[in-house]
């Protein structure tokens, strides 16, 4: 049974920096997207990126683009998302999952019951 675990969240200022850690075991994850989702209180999850096998595809949501940098590393199947210059609307918890394409990830149709996530909380 696969599982997924997030690590990394914290409270931080605005303009502040955190690196987010996807750590994926028990499953398949090869040949598969990772991508990162959050979800703010109140409202639905939502995407913020993901990234291919070979990395050569990466994708991002308009919100985090620029500023939140998604990489992988295979030999650990562990995922990241370094998250730059956070503003309090990007306070949310923060989940990881494995996708079979860019088009369904970004849909949010993914591959793995979500975990735990972690909490990024931004304070103005």
């Known amino acids: 049974q696969a599982q997924l675990v997030e690590s990394g969240g914290g409270l931080v200022q605005a303009g502040g920096s955190l690196r987010l850690s996807c750590a994926a075991s028990g499953g398949t994850f090869g040949n598969y997207l990772m991508g990162w989702f959050r979800r703010a209180p109140g409202k639905e999850r939502e995407f913020v990126a993901a990234i291919s096998w070979s990395g050569d595809a990466i994708y991002y949501a308009v919100s985090v683009k620029g500023r939140f940098t998604i990489s992988r590393d295979n030999a650990k199947n562990t995922a990241y998302l370094q998250m730059n210059n956070l503003k309090p609307e990007d306070t949310a918890v923060y989940y990881c999952?494995?996708?079979?394409?860019?088009?369904?990830?970004?849909?949010?149709?993914?591959?793995?019951?979500w975990g735990q996530g972690t909490q990024v909380t931004v304070s103005s």
């Open positions: 999952n494995a996708g079979s394409s860019g088009p369904a990830i970004r849909s949010g149709s993914v591959k793995y019951s």
